[in-house]
């Protein structure tokens, strides 16, 4: 069946683009680790120098070691990690994959310039109306069943399917969207049309015998079919708005973090602060980063989850031609 086909086909695009980015994500961890690990080293010979000098205690050299050797574990185990991922992706790929397609440095970053043309994810457009969710492969298939049993198709779009635009103008969930998910978003709010002359009772109905009951649990059937492609286009650009907002606090923090970081390294080099105050700032600075991939992570699955939502993304055509 043509609905199964493009289904897994969806599922199959969105599994390697998660892998990527697991592997993006990752490799950026480990990138991490490794500029630590030469922060650590630098900070190590610094404090060896000052004891020289007589200028801290021999527990200072003995704790910027314990740093580096943290560190070095850390590099080791996200190595391993990636390695992992990269043999996952092959599998899922069916194939070694170029070098060249791999994610590089900064592969989580928000700019197409870091992603490369292989990892470019286009953000969702204003105004994006509903129509391309018919064509999902479950919403599909339950017409196929309307239409096996003697439904107008289109008379049934009409009555059933909420022709509204999907996204704000930012991009974000619209007010139409929301509007639809009553109670919290537990409970359908779209009130279908169900006046409109879905079936034709008359000459085909004969011929084929298809029972009043048939047809109603056809409809819910599509009717239910429906709901979870709104609900699920919902949940993603609900969870996009909020990722928005936290990747700007996260950007925030890390710059906080990193002038913290550098004062404090001012102040322990001119013997105005002890190396507990620098070690400290090194952990929420390396925190606050690792949180920032995640966050960028998150943000690419995201994308990933709206086009799945969306049946397979959507096309210049669908903006261009709005629902009325």
Same mark, same amino acid.
């Given at each position: ?68 050797? !943290? ?54 457009? !204003? ?93 819910? %059937? ?60 090194? %952990? ?41």
């Amino acid at each position: 069946m043509q609905e199964n086909r493009r289904a897994l086909q969806i599922s199959l695009v969105a599994e390697v683009c998660s892998a990527w980015r697991v592997l993006a994500a990752d490799g950026d961890h480990l990138q991490l680790a490794h500029d630590t690990l030469a922060s650590q080293r630098s900070s190590h010979e610094l404090t060896r120098r000052t004891d020289a000098l007589g200028g801290t205690s021999a527990k200072v050299p003995a704790q910027a070691q314990t740093t580096v050797d !943290a560190a070095r574990i850390e590099v080791a185990r996200l190595s391993t990690q990636v390695a992992l991922d990269r043999h996952a992706l092959d599998l899922l790929a069916g194939a070694a994959l170029d070098p060249a397609l791999l994610p590089g440095p900064g592969a989580t970053s928000s700019g197409a310039a870091a992603d490369g043309a292989a990892s470019l994810l286009v953000d969702v457009p !204003a105004g994006l109306p509903s129509e391309p969710l018919q064509r999902r492969p479950d919403v599909l298939a339950a017409e196929h069943l309307l239409r096996a049993a003697n439904a107008d198709i289109g008379a049934a779009r009409a009555a059933l399917f909420p022709g509204i635009s999907l996204t704000g103008s930012a991009g974000t969930q619209s007010r139409s969207l929301a509007g639809l998910f009553s109670a919290g978003g537990l409970t359908w709010g779209f009130v279908p049309q169900i006046d409109l002359p879905i079936f034709d009772s008359g000459r085909r109905q004969a011929k084929l015998q298809v029972s009043q009951a048939q047809q109603a649990i056809e409809v819910a %059937r599509y009717g239910a079919a429906l709901q979870i492609a709104f609900r699920e286009v919902a949940d993603a650009l609900s969870k996009r708005e909020l990722l928005a907002d936290r990747l700007a606090a996260q950007a925030s923090l890390i710059d906080a973090t990193a002038r913290v970081h550098a004062l404090s390294t001012t102040l322990f080099k001119n013997g105005a602060s002890s190396y507990f105050e620098v070690l400290d700032a090194q %952990r929420s600075l390396y925190a606050a980063q690792q949180d920032s991939i995640t966050l960028r992570y998150a943000d690419k699955i995201n994308r990933i989850a709206l086009y799945r939502a969306l049946g397979g993304g959507w096309s210049e055509r669908d903006v261009a031609d709005p629902p009325r």
